[in-house]
Every structure is written in structure tokens, then in C-alpha cells.
């Protein structure tokens, strides 16, 4: 059990470090290409801190198949978006509510309701698709439902880059390169690169970590892996988002969750729909309806006045306290 926990504490800490590392790169050549503000927080940013979630059920199914790997995998690719949507969304939302009545800020987040509504339209549409359309017998067109979704991301990520944003403020130094303010280019890509390689690593071990835990403690290695993978990978990173709200980056906070929704509703997904049984129910299921209903009232909120945004975000930690106390239920 001890070994095990340390492959597990191993793979955690080799994975967050290359998201830091891939992030910043990413920021980097963003930076570079005169990209926007939303455009960087909703794909670029957004698809570097998701990036771990993406490698954890491709390392699980691929490598880890003989054994729970397959609901290692599906358990964290159905997290992430239940993790966003239910837990970092919330966290913005109430860091908002806190910082309004302390003095810090207006209640109002300052985003571009257009980018945001966007998002989360994109996502419930995607979202819904996998949870209730994808037909779980046939396999040419569980095919065509991926490259469906996968065209989707295309469209979004096009839709993002047109659409008009405030320009990129200027982003920290380039670890790999920190005394220069303008690195070569081909540093930039090679940190990526470095990166890349740490988080296929670190993945490997996490997984293994996770099988051998779920099974030690007693917990069914899906609903393991949906609570406890996206939350050690991916909410670190989006501490900067409560972190850009305090500050007043808006735009970026909320760009940086909604994004990552987007592409984890589609790219993980259709790995997931191709590759595994992806015949959800139980507490499976459960977890994609709260993460459309939270998104859903966030949304509707959005519509109403910009003071009403944090209230929506915020609504969705109901639906997370609420899963905790089914999944406890479950395995009492």
C-alpha cells in the first residue's frame, strides 16, 4: 500500500509539473503569435491544464486494459468536466461573492459574455451527445458520433480565434529560458516537448497508483479515478483562475474552465466512445447530468444581468457536495 501511494505521489508531482511546464510554453507561443486574450484562455490555456486528463485515460486504457483500466480511463474522463463544472466554476464564483462583500472587486464579472455563453452552449450540446445519444452498439456509429464531436472542437476553436477579445497581456518568462524576455522559438517548443514526455510518464505511474488504491480501499476504480483524478491534476491549475478573479482578469479566469469544458466534452470523449464500452449508468451517469445541470444554470444566469454570473457559477457546488454524499452512500 505504501509503494503504492508513492507511485501514486510520483506520478501526481511529475504530472503537474509538466502541465506548469506545458502551460507556460503554450502562453509563450500564444504570446508569440499575437493571440487574444479569450482565444488564449479558452484554448490555449485551456487545453494545456486539461492536457493531463487527456493522457490519464489514453495511458489507462492502452497500458492498464487487462485490469480496471478501462474504468480508470472512463472514471476520468467523465470527471473532468464534472470537477469544472461543479467545483471550478464554483470556486471563481465564490471567490467573486467573498471579494465583493471584503471590498476587493465589483460583483460583476468583467468577461465577454459572448465568449462565455459560447463555451457553455458548445459544451452542453457536446456533453449531451455522449451521455445520451451515443449508441453503444454499434460501432461505426460510435465512429462517426467521435469524428462528429472532434469536428465540433474544430468549429469552436475556429469560432474563439475569429471572434474579437482584448489583446494578451504580457506572460511570464519561459522556465526553460528564464533570463530572456524573447526565447528562440525552438526552446519554446522543445519545453512542450519535455513536457509532453513528463506527463506520459507521470500518467503511467498515476494510473497504477490508482488501480492498486481503488482496490485497497474498497472503491469501484471508475467512481475512484471520476473524484480523485481530475481534482489532483487539473484543480492546482485552475487555482489560477480564483487567483486571475482576485485580480480582476476575468476574462481569463472564466476562459481558462469554460475551455477546457469545451475540449473535454469532445476530444476525451471520443477517445472514450471509440475505445471503451462507454455504456454508462449509476453514479457515472449521475455525475454527467450534474455537470450539464450546474453549466445550464450558470448559463441561464449569464442571460440575466453580469451581477447574477458568480450566483451561477457558484450554484454548482450544491451538485458537488450532493455527488460526495451519494458516492459515501454507495460505499458504506
Given at each position: 500500500m505504501i509503494v503504492d501511494l508513492l507511485l501514486f505521489l510520483i506520478g501526481l508531482v511529475l504530472i503537474l509539473a509538466a502541465g506548469e511546464l506545458f502551460t507556460n510554453g503554450i502562453e509563450a507561443i500564444g504570446h508569440r503569435l499575437s493571440f487574444s486574450q479569450n482565444f488564449t484562455g479558452s484554448v490555449l490555456a485551456a487545453v494545456g491544464t486539461a492536457?493531463?486528463?487527456?493522457?490519464?485515460?489514453?495511458?489507462?486504457?492502452?497500458?492498464?486494459?487487462?485490469?480496471?483500466?478501462?474504468?480508470?480511463?472512463?472514471?476520468?474522463?467523465?470527471?473532468?468536466?464534472?470537477?469544472?463544472?461543479?467545483?471550478?466554476?464554483?470556486?471563481?464564483?465564490?471567490?467573486?461573492?467573498?471579494?465583493?462583500?471584503?471590498?476587493?472587486?465589483d460583483l460583476a464579472l468583467n468577461i465577454e459574455t459572448v465568449g462565455f455563453r459560447r463555451d457553455l452552449v458548445f459544451f452542453l450540446f457536446a456533453y449531451s451527445i455522449a451521455l445520451f445519444i451515443v449508441p453503444f452498439e454499434n460501432h461505426l456509429l460510435r465512429i462517426f458520433t467521435a469524428l462528429f464531436l472532434l469536428s465540433l472542437y474544430g468549429l469552436y476553436v475556429y469560432l474563439t480565434l475569429r471572434g474579437e477579445s482584448e489583446d494578451m497581456e504580457e506572460t511570464e518568462h519561459l522556465y526553460f529560458s528564464p533570463n530572456n524576455p524573447h526565447p528562440a522559438i525552438w526552446i519554446v517548443w522543445f519545453q512542450v516537448i519535455v513536457a509532453l514526455v513528463m506527463m506520459i510518464g507521470g500518467a503511467h505511474l498515476f494510473v497504477e497508483g490508482i488501480e492498486k488504491i481503488s482496490l485497497a480501499l474498497g472503491f469501484s476504480p471508475l467512481l475512484f479515478s471520476l473524484l480523485v483524478a481530475p481534482v489532483a491534476t487539473e484543480l492546482p491549475e485552475k487555482i489560477n483562475s480564483v487567483l486571475w478573479t482576485l485580480r480582476g482578469k476575468d476574462t481569463l479566469a472564466i476562459g481558462n474552465v469554460s475551455g477546457a469544458m469545451v475540449f473535454q466534452s469532445?476530444?476525451?470523449?471520443?477517445?472514450?466512445?471509440?475505445?471503451?464500452?462507454?455504456?454508462?449508468?449509476?453514479?457515472?451517469?449521475?455525475?454527467?447530468?450534474?455537470?450539464?445541470?450546474?453549466?445550464?444554470?450558470?448559463?441561464?444566469?449569464?442571460?440575466?444581468?453580469?451581477?447574477?454570473?458568480?450566483?451561477?457559477?457558484a450554484l454548482g457546488i450544491v451538485f458537488y457536495i450532493t455527488y460526495i454524499i451519494l458516492v459515501l452512500k454507495e460505499v458504506s
Open positions: 492536457l493531463p486528463e487527456t493522457i490519464l485515460p489514453i495511458i489507462a486504457v492502452i497500458f492498464f486494459s487487462h485490469n480496471a483500466g478501462v474504468d480508470i480511463g472512463v472514471g476520468a474522463i467523465l470527471g473532468a468536466p464534472f470537477m469544472l463544472s461543479t467545483l471550478a466554476f464554483p470556486l471563481i464564483g465564490i471567490t467573486a461573492i467573498l471579494a465583493f462583500f471584503l471590498k476587493k472587486r469532445t476530444i476525451p470523449v471520443s477517445f472514450g466512445i471509440v475505445f471503451t464500452h462507454w455504456n454508462l449508468e449509476g453514479l457515472a451517469f449521475i455525475s454527467g447530468i450534474f455537470a450539464i445541470l450546474a453549466s445550464f444554470f450558470a448559463l441561464v444566469l449569464s442571460f440575466v444581468n453580469k451581477k447574477f454570473i458568480p450566483l451561477g457559477l
